[in-house]
């Protein structure tokens, strides 16, 4: 872990190492973020983030949602992703639960280019099948929305991690 006034005498590129994952596979945030430096707090950093997302392009936001992996799915992630879906339950899935979390993602990617976000922290993998279920309902901007609402909890409960 690291404290705010470590963080603070970082180099750019050590900020950008440091903080890169807390947005999945988008250094560029933390890149960015590190202008902003001194830094008074774990929230100003994270605002800082926050903030360089709501201002980037629409096409930065969603190569940003497009960069995280499918909920239950067996491919490639990110160490934090990988920790997280193992702790909802995602990597122990049963044959017929993997089938219909296949099925759902395929459903939901289908209709609305990019995969279903949710900070699964703290939920079980019944509760994540459920908000998927209510969610592929949504319309294509409300979804775009709550998934970028939904990566910037997860970047919160990163950087706790990550910050003392």
């Avoid at 590129?13 to 890169?20: K, P, Q, R, T, V």
């Avoid at 629409?58 to 960069?67: D, F, G, H, M, P």
Wanted: aromatic fraction near 8%; include cysteine; glycine fraction near 6%.
């Amino acid at each position: 872990m690291y404290t705010v006034d470590a963080l603070n005498q970082t180099s750019l590129e050590e900020f950008a190492a440091i903080l890169g994952g807390v947005f999945e596979d988008s250094p560029w945030i933390a890149e960015k973020a590190a202008a902003a430096k001194p830094f008074s707090s774990k929230e100003r950093v994270f605002q800082a983030m926050v903030n360089i997302l709501e201002n980037s392009s629409k096409e930065q936001k969603l190569a940003l949602i497009q960069a995280h992996p499918n909920l239950g799915g067996r491919m490639e992630m990110s160490a934090h992703s990988n920790t997280e879906q193992e702790g909802a339950g995602l990597k122990q899935l049963t044959r017929d639960e993997y089938e219909k979390f296949q099925a759902m993602n395929q459903r939901y990617m289908e209709k609305f280019g990019f995969p279903f976000i949710l900070a699964v922290r703290g939920k079980g993998k019944k509760e994540i099948y459920q908000a998927m279920e209510a969610r592929v309902n949504h319309g294509e901007e409300e979804e775009f929305e709550t998934a970028l609402k939904e990566i910037c909890k997860i970047a919160r409960l990163r950087l706790e991690e990550i910050i003392q």
